[in-house]
């Protein structure tokens, strides 16, 4: 699934720091279609939130260039990228010693504050004046209480000896920085935070605890550069600074005109128009029977959809029919166990690229129907069918290919409705196999909740969970995953490549994730 992430002044906020009714209407209809969005900025949660507060947001979000990835409802941290005690130590004496009077952002008694010195209040008149009734802002007397508290970010603004800042805030002094002209006026910012911080480090942490395959990201302004470097897809409004438009993959319309939430919307829908698509023309072509749990429908829709050229056809390869062959290689369309592809794997990988995509229906729901009225008399809430269980079992079951190079596997998330059509007065009782039998069944795919897309053996990286010490056991392997069966995902990392035994310790085998 792909998360959109976008920076807010001047690339999601019109000119006067404001959203659209467009804007908010359009982003708020894809979140509670299940698109993942939130945004990436330099300001605080406090600064934001007026600002966002119209949109619906779920998904974590990033302040303070990357130092804080937020739930953007609360403002509580999930992650924290903050200065170490030695760096931050220095920076405090660098900068008293050359007469900087910095903004410094700490948390005092667990809340958040914004120290200037009480003497130089002229260096930060315009943002005192612009916060008027900010209970952050807390004046310091001298520099031992300008740097009060847990300091996680400094701020010079209208900097005159940037090349000394420069010198001093590298990351070899365990520091990042960004220097850029305010958005709305002539204030320059010389923005100061840990070297683990950055928009495209924090960006990278939320697309991980969200599990996203794909990320778009949209920027403006010099903060923005390295987060679209490291997005799928990096994106520049018009109205952007040129470094920002050179590292950007593509260029959209400017702020001003709904750019983001219009690429979005466009992005997305093209996705569902096309699968709807796709499963109508397999319904007109596929005549449901009494009694079929009809898996031709997902087949054929799926094969209109990943592969709409050839939908009438199979190529013989050998001795096995292919669902369908272009440019790009060959498609198989197994929505039953991948294990029954193995005798053709072993043919067609050795000749061509292969795709293989296997459906995941995650969620389902049954709508009893009479057949002789259409009339629906029932219709159950939905229900998760499938756990990623099923899905390791199936990877594990053809292992031994996971590290050919000419083999793509994509799973395919999916929510169907189920139509049951019965006759007569009583609802049937499905748990029944004779009663299924005197029903018609149409399973009906209706959205691409997620695809799971390994594209090569690197990419079952995203198997290993977090926390895995260098050296650990099956057992080490479950606890860091959080399964209770994860023992599967490890034989299929194995199998990947990506983890290697390398010894034993007592009756358990010891393994380590493989390097590059």
């Known amino acids: 699934m792909t998360l959109y992430v976008t920076d807010l002044d001047g690339t999601l906020l019109r000119n006067d720091a404001t959203l659209s009714d467009y804007t908010v209407n359009t982003l708020n209809s894809l979140v509670e279609n299940g698109v993942l969005f939130t945004y990436a900025t330099a300001r605080s949660f406090t600064s934001a939130l007026p600002l966002t507060e119209k949109l619906n947001l779920e998904c974590p979000a990033v302040t303070f260039n990357g130092v804080f990835v937020i739930n953007p409802q609360t403002g509580e941290h999930l992650i924290e990228n903050v200065f170490t005690k030695k760096s931050l130590k220095n920076a405090k004496k660098f900068l008293c010693e050359n007469g900087f009077a910095p903004l410094v952002y700490s948390y005092i008694n667990g809340e958040e504050k914004v120290s200037f010195l009480g003497e130089k209040t002229d260096c930060v008149r315009v943002y005192i004046n612009s916060r008027k009734g900010d209970k952050r802002l807390r004046k310091a007397d001298n520099f031992d209480e300008l740097f009060e508290g847990n300091v996680f970010y400094i701020t010079v603004l209208n900097a005159e000896n940037t090349e000394l800042l420069d010198s001093f805030f590298t990351a070899e002094n365990g520091f990042a920085h960004n220097f850029q002209h305010d958005t709305y006026d002539d204030t320059t910012w010389y923005e100061i935070y840990d070297k683990k911080a950055g928009k495209a480090t924090a960006v990278l942490q939320v697309k991980e605890l969200l599990n996203a395959d794909k990320m778009v990201c ?268 994860s023992s599967l995902r490890l034989e299929i990392l194995r199998a990947a490549g990506i983890v290697k035994q390398t010894g034993k310790c007592k009756n358990a085998y010891v393994y380590e994730v493989v390097r590059g």
């Open 218 to 485: 949209f920027g403006d302004n010099k903060n923005d550069i390295e987060m679209l470097k490291a997005a799928d897809l990096g994106v520049a409004v018009l109205n952007s600074f040129d470094e920002l438009k050179e590292a950007a993959d593509i260029i959209i319309e400017e702020n001003e005109k709904d750019a983001v939430a219009k690429f979005i919307e466009q992005r997305e829908n093209i996705t569902t128009d096309r699968f709807k698509k796709a499963v109508d023309l397999a319904r007109n072509r596929i005549k449901t029977t009494v009694g079929t749990q009809n898996e031709k429908l997902i087949h054929a829709a799926l094969k209109n959809y990943y592969a709409p050229f050839s939908d009438e056809q199979e190529v013989k390869i050998g001795n096995f029919f292919a669902d369908a062959v272009n440019e790009n290689g060959i498609f198989e369309i197994q929505t039953k166990q991948l294990y029954k592809l193995r005798e053709k794997l072993s043919v067609f990988l050795g000749s061509a690229k292969v795709t293989v995509v296997h459906p995941f229906i995650c969620e389902s729901k049954t709508v009893f129907i009479n057949a002789q009225t259409g009339e629906i008399k029932k219709t159950d809430k939905p229900r998760k069918t499938s756990s990623l269980l099923k899905v390791f079992e199936e990877l594990y079951s053809i292992r031994n290919f996971l590290q050919n190079d000419n083999l793509k596997i994509v799973i395919v998330k999916l929510k169907v409705i189920k139509n049951v059509y019965f006759e007569g007065d009583n609802l049937p009782d499905l748990r029944s196999r004779n009663v299924r039998k005197k029903c018609l069944i149409e399973k009906i795919p209706t959205e691409i909740v997620e695809e799971i897309r390994f594209e090569n053996a690197s990419d079952f990286r995203r198997l290993l969970p977090e926390n895995l010490p260098e050296s650990f056991t099956k057992k080490e392997f479950c606890k860091a995953a959080g399964e209770a069966n």
